[in-house]
């Protein structure tokens, strides 16, 4: 019954929004009753879907005061956000970095990552070369989460959006999708990036724990940093501590293998973000190998420039 | 040794701050004697974990208000898996750490779903920190010599998605009945973070 008249609100949402079209059609809302603490929108930065011209699509999160969602590695508790965005056969469709994340307690010492009041999330939309009869096309967002404030409620949406085919297309939400990039980290060592990394530390391969450092040379002075460990359902990541020198932050932390689990093979990604004097958070997405690598003799450690 | 002193002596040279952000909740280490505690069940009965002694222990943080944990419930997870080891000798204790919750709260849960194990009240949440519980559920298996044998998640399947989930208690349960090791001993636990009196 209910999974009815979803079907039906979404319909009715299909309507306004191909109504709407003949203006421009901007943003998607939530179809359906909104859940959870959360509510969804999706957003396109091109008024018109032109074959073969990939394009981008936001879905913003719009979170009730004092709740909170998660980052893709919740910390102590918590669950990770489940994000997806469909487009008919023949587009491809990838998710962008997920947004930078804040930290916070969720009791004592139980570590949390996520998001409050909003977090934009991007996609990249590649359509095919060719969209022969079609005349407009569907963008559906699906999201789960689990919102928490004192309890936690799981919760479910969706939104969609629909774009009219055709030979050009404007841009459009501009100001969304600049301040939504501000929020996304950037992979160390892409030119122009904000700081150069060095890391340091792995596991044995006989042993089950390492010390590791990442060192970040930022271009310019940061006020603070943060950072944030990705997902690692086999390791424990203790002993953590920041050091600020001036433009230089050391992380410094432990990984354990977990009793009877295995090394992960691919490299913990960590999310090292600094805080610039005016608030402005920059955040540096940095691959640490756990095992152990071989170095150049004059090289202590590697330097991703 | 002189050259971390010297780093030390020099802490102007160090602009900025540096912070230490240990987690305060550690649990004991899988090998370990696991703490000995006693609490009160939801009938006002003591349990005292060194009395159990000579039996495998399993110990499940528990807070009724935490989806987790009633996703759980509602498959009834905990109670088939209580069931089918208890004549295997294994002992199950809900450990209940939540602050605003109380012998009632526990009896009234243990009565909705006929649990067949008591919920013990550590409202205070020694216990739960003696432990390290982090969120509910967050599982223990203390073996029969009152060592920690196993410490994390109750099954591999965080969001209840996956269809089939892997039982990692009742996987070491089985291992620690046959006298073999525990393999995976340590998983990360996953849930609602246990809501400590403050």
Redesign the interface.
């Given at each position: 019954m209910h999974r009815l008249a979803s079907l039906v609100l979404m319909a009715v949402a299909g309507w306004f929004a191909s109504a709407a079209m003949n203006s421009i059609t901007l943003a998607g809302q939530s179809v359906g009753a909104p859940s959870g603490h959360v509510r969804l929108e999706i957003f396109a930065d091109v008024t018109a879907v032109v074959p073969g011209q990939p394009f981008s699509v936001g879905v913003r999160c719009r979170i009730d005061p004092d709740w909170h969602i998660y980052w893709k590695n919740p910390g102590?508790?918590?669950?990770?956000t489940?994000l997806r965005v469909t487009a008919p056969p023949g587009f491809a469709v990838a998710a962008e970095a997920w947004p930078i994340p804040e930290r916070f307690e969720?009791?004592?010492?139980?570590?949390?990552y996520g998001y409050t009041e909003e977090a934009v999330f991007l996609w990249r939309v590649t359509p095919p070369r060719t969209l022969r009869g079609v005349s407009r096309i569907r963008l559906i967002a699906d999201g789960?989460w689990?919102a928490?404030r004192?309890?936690?409620?799981?919760g479910q949406g969706q939104a969609a959006l629909t774009l009219g085919v055709g030979t050009t297309s404007k841009p459009a939400n501009g100001e969304l999708f600049k301040a939504a990039r501000r929020r996304l980290p950037v992979p160390a060592g892409e030119p122009g990036t904000a700081a150069r990394v060095r890391v340091e530390g792995s596991i044995p391969v006989s042993g089950s724990a390492g010390r590791f450092m990442v060192e970040l040379f930022w271009s310019k002075p940061m006020a603070?940093m943060e950072w944030f460990p990705g997902p690692a359902?086999?390791l424990?990541i203790?002993?953590?501590?920041?050091?600020?020198?001036?433009r230089t932050n050391r992380i410094r932390f432990s990984a354990r293998r977990?009793?009877?689990?295995p090394l992960p093979a691919a490299p913990l990604e960590i999310l090292a973000v600094g805080v610039d004097p005016s608030g402005q958070r920059i955040g540096v997405a940095v691959e640490v190998r756990l095992i152990p690598q071989p170095i150049k003799p004059e090289s202590k450690g590697r330097v991703l420039d | 040794m002189k050259t971390s002193f010297v780093k030390w002596i020099f802490p102007f040279l160090i602009i900025g701050s540096m912070a230490c952000l240990a987690a305060e909740a550690t649990s004991p280490a899988v090998g370990q004697p696991a703490p000995d505690f006693s609490l009160m069940d939801h009938h006002g009965r003591g349990v005292t974990l060194s009395a159990l002694k000579g039996k495998i222990v399993v110990l499940e943080w528990i807070n009724p208000d935490c989806p987790f944990v009633q996703r759980h419930y509602q498959a009834e997870t905990m109670k088939k898996l209580a069931e089918s080891y208890r004549d295997k000798g294994v002992v199950w204790l809900a450990v209940n750490s939540t602050h605003y919750m109380n012998a009632e709260n526990n009896r009234q849960w243990s009565e909705k779903y006929q649990l067949p194990y008591p919920i013990l009240d550590d409202r205070d949440g020694k216990v739960g920190r003696m432990y390290g519980a982090r969120p509910t559920p967050h599982m223990f298996i203390i073996d029969a010599k009152g060592l920690l044998a196993y410490t994390g998640a109750i099954d591999s399947d965080p969001s209840g998605s996956a269809g089939q989930a892997i039982s990692y208690v009742a996987q070491a349960l089985d291992l620690l009945l046959a006298n073999k090791g525990v393999s995976p001993a340590e998983t990360k636990p996953y849930g609602c973070s246990v809501k400590y009196a403050k």
């Open positions: 102590e508790a918590g669950l990770a489940d969720q009791g004592p010492g139980i570590v949390g789960r689990l928490c004192k309890l936690c409620v799981p603070r359902p086999t424990e203790t002993d953590e501590g920041v050091e600020t020198e001036f977990l009793a009877g689990q | -």
